[in-house]
């Protein structure tokens, strides 16, 4: 069995803790991977000293996307907005714990691109946000 | 003649290869790029070893050759689509490039606002963003063939929106994901009749079908030389030589002119005249000992062969609970199957089938509005051509069946 459908990737897939929409939130961002037409959608509930206190994502996608995004809303819980800003792209395969070629690296990075294009509060997720 | 693919799989080194240790490749991406026989890479490596110059100028033996062999390759793309002259024969890059040439100058030459352009659902991204970009520029309009659920043009709305007077109709051939092979025939005859000029997107059909150019009746045909064995890097426009005449340059350099002044130049004549700057000759050279290679095996007996695939493929896809697969049945569409697996990512699919060395497509395929149309994000696309075997479909099932079981 190929380490890239770990149990916990197909696990994070078909049972995410992190799937949903905060409303009221107080960061929303979502996008698309062009590529595959995978969609994330981002929003955050942040206290009065910018710690995170709510995460949760929505959207469709492969299971690397999916599970990608829902480990990095466990991630950024209890973290500063400074340390959100902070992560990048070898924190994500961390989480992961897979490697993976060119094309898949963006489906497992498009979480962090809407996240990161939420919290600095851009118009669009570019790739810069997660080299 | 029929086509043993066994056989002709000898020619191709790289379905040889293994993906990983033990575990040999089933390519079933041609739709996207054809593997290469030894004929075209040994053609290729020739030239290079032995004729390389650059064309049309020099008067040396090396420039003399090459010149020969970069024209016999016209007139073999001549012959192959039984064009009435090589002089018809333009090279490009590739379909894509051959399109925005026919919206840079026929369009602009002869498109004003308002003027109707009628295209179908099922483009590749290629000929449509050529025309939006020139509805941007020129206010021209845009209207579509709608495919119906059964994966077939809807000739019904086609014939209404002909009312209307279209200044063109550009359709692809045999869409890349549906497979759907259009009735080019009767969609140019009626173009016609409303006064419209014709373009047929043939990415998908030269490589897969016989395609006459005279028999069509088409202004204008389009295709790329890496999906038929080829190389990339060069492709076709074909076009009658009257619109070819009246059509502006394109890119304007070395090759394309007969005279240039200080402040001026005069076009050259067809073909160069849509051929500026050093052209991709050893491309060419390569694309005429593909053309060899299908014309000896037919492309009568190439459609034959896929056919029996196709109708394999489409009835053991059928066999898979949850497997849907897109477009019409065998008997309207070429060797290609898209599909969608319920509840699994075709990504998903693609990258766990690539484990067991299955090469398949995922995505939208660059035809993102026929995805929406349907509904749906991304199909899983596997398809065919002449070294594909009914095995390799049976590898595609077991790994079907496979992710199936790792989904749970």
């Known amino acids: 069995m190929d380490d890239l459908y770990r149990d916990q990737i197909i696990d994070r897939y078909k049972n995410p803790q992190y799937r949903g929409h905060l409303d009221p939130h107080d960061i929303h961002f979502e996008d698309d991977n062009p590529l595959c037409g995978d969609h994330i959608e981002v929003t955050l509930r942040v206290d009065g000293e910018g710690k995170v206190v709510g995460a949760a994502f929505d959207g469709r996608g492969c299971a690397i996307s999916q599970a990608s995004a829902d480990l990095l809303m466990e991630t950024v819980m209890g973290k500063s907005l400074d340390e959100v800003k902070a992560l990048n792209k070898q924190d994500v395969l961390d989480l992961l714990g897979i490697e993976l070629g060119p094309v898949r690296l963006k489906c497992a990075l498009l979480p962090l691109k809407v996240l990161k294009a939420g919290v600095y509060g851009l118009g669009e997720a570019s790739d810069d946000l997660v080299e | ?408």
């Not at chain 2, 026989?37 to 040396?60: K, Q, T």
Request: aromatic share 8%; net charge negative.
């Open chain 2, 1 to 408: 003649m029929t086509i043993d693919p066994v056989r002709i799989r000898k020619d191709f080194p790289i379905l040889e290869r293994e993906v990983r240790p033990g575990v040999p490749l089933v390519y079933l991406d041609s739709t996207a790029t054809t593997q290469k026989p030894v004929a075209v890479l040994n053609a290729m490596e020739d030239f290079y070893r032995r004729n390389n110059a650059n064309i049309h100028r020099g008067v040396h033996t090396l420039a003399e050759e090459s010149t020969a062999l970069y024209e016999q390759a016209r007139e073999k793309v001549s012959k192959f689509i039984n064009s009435p002259s090589s002089r018809q024969v333009i090279f490009t890059r590739n379909a894509t490039e051959s399109i925005n040439l026919v919206a840079y100058t026929w369009g602009r030459a002869n498109l004003k606002a308002g003027d109707l352009l009628i295209l179908t659902e099922m483009e590749h991204h290629s000929n449509l963003v050529p025309w939006h970009m020139l509805t941007a520029e020129r206010g021209v309009e845009l209207e579509f063939i709608p495919v119906t659920e059964a994966g077939l043009l809807d000739l019904d709305v086609y014939r209404q929106l002909l009312e209307r007077k279209p200044k063109l109709v550009a359709f692809t051939h045999m869409s890349n994901v549906l497979g759907t092979i259009s009735p080019a025939q009767e969609i140019i005859q009626h173009a016609h009749a409303a006064g419209a000029v014709t373009l047929v997107d043939g990415a998908q059909s030269v490589p897969h079908l016989p395609v006459d150019v005279q028999a069509l009746d088409a202004d204008f045909l389009v295709f790329s030389a890496h999906k038929m064995l080829g190389p990339t890097g060069i492709g076709v426009l074909y076009g009658k030589a009257e619109l070819l005449e009246s059509m502006p340059p394109f890119l304007g350099g070395g090759d394309m002119i007969k005279t240039v002044k200080l402040r001026s130049f005069i076009p050259n004549s067809l073909p160069h005249k849509f051929e500026a700057g050093t052209p991709a000759i050893a491309e060419a050279v390569g694309f005429g000992a593909a053309m060899d290679y299908l014309e000896e095996l037919g492309m009568q007996a190439v459609a034959a062969h896929e056919h029996v695939l196709i109708e394999y493929a489409l009835d053991r896809l059928a066999e898979i609970p949850g497997v849907k697969v897109f477009g019409p049945s065998a008997k309207y569409k070429g060797g290609v199957a898209s599909f969608t697996l319920e509840g699994i990512h075709p990504h998903d699919v693609a990258q766990i089938v690539d484990m067991d060395g299955v090469a398949v497509r995922a995505g939208h395929h660059c035809a993102q509005p026929l995805h929406e149309k349907f509904g749906i994000p991304a199909t899983t696309r596997a398809s065919f051509y002449i070294y594909s075997t009914l095995d390799d479909v049976d590898r595609l099932v077991d790994g079907i069946y496979k992710v199936k079981k790792i989904f749970g």
